[in-house]
């Protein structure tokens, strides 16, 4: 695992700074930085820190994800046509074509999970840098970034109502360990169910709501709490802090893009429709196929004219 860990370091360091850094400005927005809110705080500063770079990220994979629902039908097809031939030619040749209908399209499934794979990176180096907060304010360790002897004791001695930042649910005996590792295991599976429900049920036309992938996605709903909810006893409080922070962001942010952005054909878009419809907001298309949104009139009344006023009017 060693060489893991030197992959991860330089990582390490860069999460490192980044915490360091909000902390500090905390301190001069007047929260003492010998508190546990400070270092909680600096947590959730990495967190939107890391989101907000990973936006650009995010409307790639929102590209990526409508490009396979547009491929879903065709990808049926495909799979049709090759149902009974168990070659390796016919398997080569199923493979070559779906490649080609993700070049057509411009999407791939791995770009539908960017933002996702390019996390855990930042995820593991937190859980090391969290994870070896011990041993760096005993001096075992070597400092990591501005996280030196004093200040990883600093870290270390946080808590989060009660919980320190850096203890695990299998690891402690403390109850109030556990019970704040609980909560946020549940908040970490609820919102991440959520979130991948409102993209499975709202954002997705009828016709990538069958097949495969549909069925893949909708295991996905299920499966990803379940782990979250394994895997989450193994990780210290700060880890589970960013990652919650992060699944709240992913739910709001994507709530945000369904509603004013959603997939054509899909509910999300129907009922946009209607609110425009309700707003007296149409949408006109050219004989050329160009579509121009017409808002309704601003509303001003038009101020009435009495008769000597118009005939003064069309005399000039």
């Excluded at 049926?76 to 390796?88: E, P």
């Excluded at 295991?219 to 960013?242: D, E, K, R």
């Amino acid at each position: 695992m060693e060489w893991m860990y030197s992959l991860l370091f330089p990582i390490q360091w860069v999460v490192a700074w980044i915490m360091y850094g909000w902390h500090w400005l905390l301190e001069l927005v007047g929260i003492s930085g010998e508190s546990g809110l400070s270092w909680v705080l600096a947590i959730v500063g990495l967190t939107l820190t890391i989101r907000t770079a990973l936006i650009p990220l995010f409307f790639k994979q929102i590209h990526a994800s409508r490009g396979m629902q547009v491929v879903a039908p065709e990808m049926k097809k495909l799979q049709a046509k090759y149902a009974n031939k168990k070659d390796q030619a016919s398997r080569e040749a199923m493979a070559r074509e779906m490649q080609e209908l993700y070049k057509k399209h411009q999407t791939s499934p791995f770009a539908s999970c960017m933002p996702l794979l390019l996390q855990m990176p930042i995820f593991f180096a937190l859980f090391r840098v969290l994870n070896t907060l011990p041993q760096i304010a005993s001096g075992e360790n070597d400092p990591i970034g501005p996280i030196n002897k004093v200040v990883a004791g600093q870290i270390e001695s946080s808590t989060f109502f009660g919980a320190p930042l850096s203890e695990t649910f299998l690891n402690t005996d403390v109850t109030q360990v556990k019970v704040v590792t609980a909560i946020l295991i549940l908040i970490m599976s609820v919102t991440q169910f959520f979130t991948q429900r409102q993209l499975t049920m709202k954002n997705m036309p009828p016709s990538a709501l069958e097949g495969p992938t549909a069925a893949m996605q909708k295991n996905m709903m299920y499966i990803f709490p379940v782990i979250f909810a394994v895997s989450g006893v193994n990780f210290p409080i700060g880890v589970l802090v960013y990652w919650t922070v992060s699944n709240v962001w992913s739910m709001g942010q994507q709530f945000y893009t369904i509603r004013k952005i959603p997939t054509p054909g899909s509910e999300a878009a129907r009922r946009l429709e209607a609110r425009r419809r309700a707003r007296g907001i149409v949408e006109v298309t050219s004989a050329d196929g160009t579509t121009t949104t017409v808002a309704p009139p601003s509303g001003q009344r038009q101020q009435p004219m009495s008769a000597q006023r118009q005939k003064r009017k069309k005399k000039k």
